[in-house]
């Protein structure tokens, strides 16, 4: 990796940990996987011993699909925390003119990779905090033997396709939110700039919903692969139970090459922005009076 990519990426990851939202959000996951290690205790103290049994019992049933649509939601919540962070700081640097002195130092394609590395580094961090503590706290919790396991519904493969498509799907949206805040330079703008990406994640998700109660033609097949919609489709559609070595790192593999092709088409988007200011008003043609 290039040395002022490096850079860019230090600074910008020195930043995000330093955010009070980085932290916040950090707590109140470790709050979340704790609270997980313990929820048969906690269901039965507001539910009460026959409410629990019966939900388990629908949960056996109903966990195999909705263990997709739990990977979906962190995906969506990483995307927007971290998706209007990068929009903030692209506004915050382009209104201030720090870009232009940035710019003196490092090309935008660097600029623009640093900042989304440096971000996508401090979300694998906080994946792994969790983690970390899920695994600890195992070891320390004793789970009751009617307690659905979560992890006996994804295999080895499975989880190489979700860590991929949750860091690649991430870098793909973050380069589009980078690359849109870049034609701004106040907070508001940013914020209705960021519409497209949102509404583009629901329609996906709203897709993947439809393809696992069943829907299926070549037009879907066709939009599960297509850049934006792999990360979510590939694990909503797939089975996490069978699914195959081969077929995840295939899956992981196209995204990577999708997210090389948008990161070039962003690059430029982002490497006009951050040098336009204002709207510049273009006549269609002149109309000359003698």
């Known amino acids: 990796m290039n040395n002022k990519i490096l850079?860019?990426?230090?600074?910008?990851?020195?930043?995000?940990?330093?955010?009070?939202?980085?932290?916040?959000?950090?707590?109140?996951?470790?709050?979340?996987?704790?609270?997980?290690?313990?929820?048969?205790?906690?269901?039965k103290r507001f539910l009460g011993e026959d409410s629990i049994s019966k939900q388990q019992m629908i949960s056996q049933g109903e966990l195999h699909s909705i263990?997709?649509?739990i990977v979906?939601?962190?995906?969506?919540?990483?995307?927007?925390?971290?998706?209007?962070?990068?929009?903030?700081?692209?506004?915050?640097?382009?209104?201030?003119?720090?870009?232009?002195?940035?710019?003196?130092?490092?090309?935008?394609?660097?600029?623009?990779?640093?900042?989304?590395?440096?971000?996508?580094?401090?979300?694998?961090?906080?994946?792994?905090?969790?983690?970390?503590?899920?695994?600890?706290?195992?070891?320390?919790?004793?789970?009751?033997?009617?307690?659905?396991?979560?992890?006996?519904?994804?295999?080895?493969?499975?989880?190489?396709?979700?860590?991929?498509?949750?860091?690649?799907g991430f870098m793909m949206y973050a380069f589009a939110f980078a690359a849109l805040a870049s034609y701004t330079d106040n907070a508001q703008d940013s914020t209705q700039l960021m519409m497209p990406v949102v509404l583009v994640i629901m329609v996906v998700y709203f897709i993947g919903l439809a393809m696992m109660r069943g829907a299926s033609s070549p037009v879907l097949t066709v939009i599960t692969y297509m850049p934006f919609a792999l990360p979510i489709l590939g694990v909503s559609v797939n089975d996490l139970q069978t699914?195959?070595?081969?077929?995840?790192?295939?899956?992981?593999?196209?995204?990577?090459?999708?997210?090389?092709?948008?990161?070039?088409?962003?690059?430029?988007?982002?490497?006009?922005?951050?040098?336009?200011y204002g709207i510049k008003k273009r006549k269609l043609w002149k109309v000359r009076t003698e």
């Open 7 to 43: 850079k860019v990426t230090r600074f910008t990851y020195n930043q995000i940990l330093t955010a009070r939202w980085y932290l916040i959000s950090t707590i109140v996951g470790i709050i979340g996987v704790i609270a997980s290690l313990n929820l048969d205790s906690i269901l």
């Open 67 to 69: 263990v997709p649509l």
């Open 72 to 168: 979906v939601v962190i995906l969506f919540l990483l995307i927007m925390i971290y998706g209007a962070s990068i929009s903030n700081s692209v506004v915050e640097e382009k209104s201030a003119r720090i870009i232009e002195t940035l710019l003196c130092y490092v090309k935008p394609m660097e600029l623009l990779a640093g900042k989304i590395v440096g971000y996508m580094v401090a979300v694998v961090q906080q994946l792994a905090i969790w983690g970390v503590v899920r695994a600890i706290g195992s070891l320390f919790v004793k789970q009751s033997k009617n307690a659905v396991n979560v992890s006996d519904l994804i295999s080895g493969s499975a989880m190489v396709l979700i860590v991929g498509s949750i860091v690649f």
């Open 243 to 276: 699914i195959s070595m081969s077929t995840a790192v295939v899956l992981v593999l196209i995204q990577i090459a999708e997210v090389v092709v948008i990161s070039i088409i962003c690059s430029r988007i982002y490497r006009r922005g951050v040098v336009s």
